[in-house]
């Protein structure tokens, strides 16, 4: 965990998500150190660049995916979940976060 928190603080967020991708460190340190730093430092769209550019067809990162998801709604970051949802071509589910996100 301490590696990873090191190298996510010192902004090699792409190092950090490959040494968690490659050597399949467990989801909940995903969350607890990648997607808390992202989220509370707006760099989700980066993110978004880096597991790409690890895994372009996102099989392999599924499961980091879904549990990142599952951190936004969590969050009440419907937002940024929408972004997700999109980014993961689940569109049903972006639909009706869109319809969630518009105002009453």
Do not use: M
Request: proline fraction near 2%.
């Amino acid at each position: 965990e301490s590696l990873i928190s090191l190298l996510v603080r010192e902004r090699r967020l792409a190092k950090a998500c490959q040494f968690i991708f490659s050597e399949k460190v467990d989801k909940r340190l995903f969350v607890d150190v990648v997607a808390h730093h992202c989220l509370a430092h707006n760099q989700f769209h980066e993110l978004q660049k880096v597991i790409l550019d690890f895994d372009p067809s996102l099989r392999r990162v599924q499961e980091y995916l879904n549990s990142v998801k599952d951190f936004l709604r969590d969050r009440r970051a419907l937002d940024l979940l929408y972004s997700y949802e999109v980014f993961t071509k689940n569109y049903v589910n972006a639909g009706f976060l869109a319809k969630q996100l518009l105002p009453q």
